[in-house]
């Protein structure tokens, strides 16, 4: 199957609108249930994670547990279903997600890791009590060794509950990368829950400081965690005390300027 670049645009019925030109792959939805879409891509930042809540797009960002999964063709291979009864797993970036179909108090709460893997899956889905998970382990690369099995003939079966003692969750990414940013202007939440270590590295062109926020309500109450003041050119980090946890994470600049920022957890 041929893949393509996906843009992710938006339409009233009438006119189309292009929210973002990076790659962009699934989107998922349940009509009976809150009637909310979610839609998966990524950037060289981040993954990307979006929801439409009561027709508004509300943007997140995911770290990425690989870089394998950069190139264009991949696009078809990152996944939500729902697997269990109103119950969705994400897979994006090597990390697999639990997932609720629906909002809470109009905000996105719940999306949590739960492991990290290697494995190139297609898709995945339930099956008769299973969990199973289509596999490309042996697939022919454009055709080069005819004696390997065909493209998903290598499924997995196992429990849900299996995933769980999958690869510890674990990754890297963030809002900015030698980006301009924008005084006062607060960038995308980032995931900040289900990983033990966690840290962020800063770099800004010129002098500036950033307030670090946190929502740990999920429900788009931010306060303010620290305040980072940063020298122009000179790196900073920020290591965050072993287990402290909160639903998403965004930062806000003082100045307008090429700014860094990068989580990595572990």
Request: proline content about 5%; overall charge negative.
């Amino acid at each position: 199957m041929a893949s393509i670049r996906v843009d992710y645009s938006s339409t009233d019925g009438k006119t189309w609108t292009r929210i973002s030109d990076k790659p962009h792959m699934d989107v998922a939805a349940r009509q009976n249930m809150g009637n909310v879409m979610f839609a998966t891509g990524w950037d060289e930042r981040s993954v990307l994670f979006h929801a439409l809540v009561k027709g508004q797009w509300q943007n997140y960002r995911l770290p990425k547990a690989s870089h394998a999964f950069e190139q264009a063709w991949q696009t078809e291979w990152m996944r939500i279903r729902e697997v269990e009864t109103e119950h969705y797993l994400m897979d994006i970036h090597a990390m697999f997600y639990e997932l609720q179909p629906l909002a809470f108090e109009d905000h996105i709460w719940g999306v949590k890791p739960i492991c990290q893997h290697l494995r190139m899956i297609p898709d995945y889905c339930s099956f008769r009590g299973l969990f199973a998970a289509g596999g490309n382990e042996t697939t022919p690369n454009e055709d080069n060794n005819a004696v390997v099995g065909q493209p998903q003939s290598g499924i997995w079966f196992g429990k849900t509950d299996d995933l769980w003692s999958w690869g510890k969750p674990q990754g890297w990414g963030g809002p900015w990368r030698n980006d301009m940013v924008t005084a006062g202007k607060p960038s995308d939440p980032f995931l900040f829950t289900g990983f033990d270590k966690k840290m962020l590295h800063l770099v800004a062109e010129k002098a500036a400081s950033v307030e670090i926020e946190i929502d740990f309500l999920g429900n788009g109450t931010w306060v303010k965690y620290e305040t980072v003041k940063l020298s122009g050119g000179e790196y900073h980090p920020v290591i965050f005390p072993e287990g402290f946890s909160a639903h998403w994470c965004r930062l806000t600049p003082s100045a307008s300027c090429k700014m860094t920022a990068e989580f990595m957890f572990t």
